[in-house]
């Protein structure tokens, strides 16, 4: 690399749960610079999730947290170029990356879930997630599956 890697941003903690994890997921939740607007979709979700998740113990942030955990994966393939062929080399996540992929992915399959509103969506994806279930579970099981049928070609890792 000529350039040297950029300077981590340090994000600000939201201000109801004053957690940094928080406000890295509205900043993916958001849309169109709209942060407002993904501060009350977040909590209104996580308001939906406690009133599902009744007779459970844990906090809203904590099934949250717990829903975002089962999600990320801890492989992936890249693809790489050998002597003309292209193989889909299995490679370990970085940890920043692994929370990002979790937090997208969370966010992705909740806008395609069907629900009346973003923060029903988000709500029942969190739920699914937590109880290990949901499309962004299986999309985590389809990258292991992937990652472990190509095993063969770990070796040209570099």
């Known amino acids: 690399m000529r350039k040297a890697r950029p300077k981590k941003k340090i994000l600000l903690p939201d201000p109801k749960f004053n957690d940094p994890l928080v406000t890295r997921f509205i900043n993916n939740l958001m849309l169109e610079g709209k942060k407002s607007l993904s501060f009350t979709v977040f909590y209104n979700a996580l308001d939906i999730v406690g009133q599902k998740m009744k007779d459970d113990e844990k906090t809203p942030l904590d099934i949250w947290k717990k829903a975002l955990e089962n999600i990320t994966p801890q492989v992936e393939v890249k693809s790489r170029r050998v002597g003309g062929a292209t193989f889909q080399v299995p490679m370990e996540v970085r940890p920043d990356r692994k929370i990002s992929i979790s937090m ?40 292991h599956r992937m990652a472990e049928a190509n095993k063969a070609f770990a070796h040209f890792r570099f």
């Open 104 to 143: 997208k992915n969370l966010i992705l399959f909740a806008r395609k879930r069907s629900g009346k509103n973003m923060s029903e969506k988000l709500a029942g994806e969190i739920v699914a997630a937590y109880n290990e279930e949901g499309a962004a579970i299986k999309k985590k099981e389809d990258t």
